[in-house]
């Protein structure tokens, strides 16, 4: 992967950005043993964008002032740091560190797939549910339970299949399936409802229109079957 800053750089860039916001000198020093897998984790994302700056030839680019790649870059961190190290106030540093430049709402304890893209998805929140590979969001998306007093049962929580896309203020809430290559149009809302794969869906509960659409996006290089 080539990096617009160094390996060795990398943590101190995070650290003083936390430092500034979160000046309670709670030590940030774990955030080095983590870049390794967190940047490992990023390239195996990028191997899949079809776009020059996320891939070019045989290598991945990691640019700490490309936004959505850096976001993509904080949530990993806060996940990975999660699986390492457990809940601590580091983790939720660095998940408020990302709401706090981009908007995005992705809770370290929240799963997103290995293959996943942020197109400049700010106001974008990412609550509980299965996703998986190929998983495209961008802005003012939301993902979740459809109303609070069901989150502490199961079977409540949205599936997404793989090359499932969320255009600009889309919302898929409650129990939904979504099949693999659906897409979710720019200011739907789906609630606990199944659609079926190669479909793109648009409008609210109220009114909605389903269409078939069996190819998937073209931000991404491979994994098209």
């Known amino acids: 992967m080539i990096l617009s800053l160094e390996r ?11 430092d500034s916001l979160f000046p309670d000198d709670h030590a940030t ?5 983590c ?3 967190t940047l490992e984790r990023l390239g195996k994302c990028f191997t899949e964008v079809a776009d020059k700056s996320f891939w070019q030839g045989e290598e991945t680019h990691f640019n700490h002032l490309h936004s959505d790649q850096y976001a993509m870059f904080l949530y990993l961190l806060s996940n990975t740091l999660y699986h390492k190290n457990g809940i601590g106030n ?18 370290y304890e929240v799963e997103l797939p290995s293959v996943f893209l942020f197109c400049h998805a700010g106001g974008t929140v990412l609550g509980r549910a299965q996703y998986s590979d190929y998983f495209l969001v961008y802005q003012q998306c939301t993902v979740g339970a459809a109303r609070a007093a069901e989150k502490a049962r199961r079977g409540v929580f949205p599936v997404l299949g793989r090359h ?5 203020g889309a919302a898929v809430l409650g129990a939904c ?17 199944r659609l079926k794969p190669n479909t793109i869906y648009r409008g609210t509960p109220q009114s909605f ?11 991404w290089r491979q994994g098209k079957n």
Request: proline fraction near 3%; hydrophobic fraction near 45%.
């Open 209 to 219: 229109a389903t269409a078939t659409f069996p190819f998937p996006d073209n931000v």
């Open 35 to 37: 870049i390794d897998e």
């Open 177 to 193: 399936h979504i099949g693999d290559n659906c897409k979710i149009s720019a200011q739907s809302v789906i609630i606990n409802k």
């Open 29 to 33: 020093a774990s955030i080095e043993s």
């Open 8 to 18: 060795n750089k990398i943590a101190g860039y995070v650290r003083r950005q936390i």
């Open 90 to 107: 580091l983790c939720d540093k660095i998940f408020f560190l990302n709401k706090a430049l981009y908007g995005i709402d992705v809770f």
């Open 164 to 168: 499932v896309s969320l255009y600009a």
